[in-house]
């Protein structure tokens, strides 16, 4: 029996809080600092995956989609296309809000085309971070009512529990000890990444062996 490759993620985040080690240029990419998307993910499928590239928000290439408006969906569809060229199975991302509501549609958008615009296509675990990673933390650790904050509030409410905006490592043991059952429910863009998280990866990584 041989055993199936792993299922290969490509990570896209808007820098080290999200990516760990593996942000920056690839040729300086490494696994020995995760960020918290990694963590998130390993905690809804602790194996069967491996990092198989990963690319910061800025410098993904825009894929030119007919008739979208908003950047973020060119985005979206350009992050696809490197998973797909980096010979992933799966593309994994968060977006900050921030000051921007019409992200988060835009950002869905681009989601729904990745089918249509590209052929064999990556799944995509994907999504807003409302109003920033740092709402998604604060969720995390249980507080309530998170995505009405600013990004600025949030960033305070993180610093008053002794945790700094570039306070990345602090971030993951956030993640690593988390109840992931427990995120408030009024926390919905990190339910639904989650939600999509446990729809994609255990069925990915969990195929056993071939023959």
Known sequence: MKPLERTRVFLVGEGENELGSRAGAPAYQSDKHPGVLFTLLSRVQPNGWVVGGAREWKSIRKYQARGAAH???????????????????????SRDIDRDPARREAIAEGIRRVSSSLSSPPEVIGGVAAPALEGWILALLGEKATEELSPLRAQAMLAAKGMMPDDGAAMVRVAEDADLDAVPPDATSLGEWLARARAVLPRRAGRGVRS
């Open 71 to 93: 950047e973020d969906t060119h985005h979206v569809l350009g992050a696809a296309l490197d998973a797909k060229e980096a010979g992933c199975d799966v593309l994994a991302f």
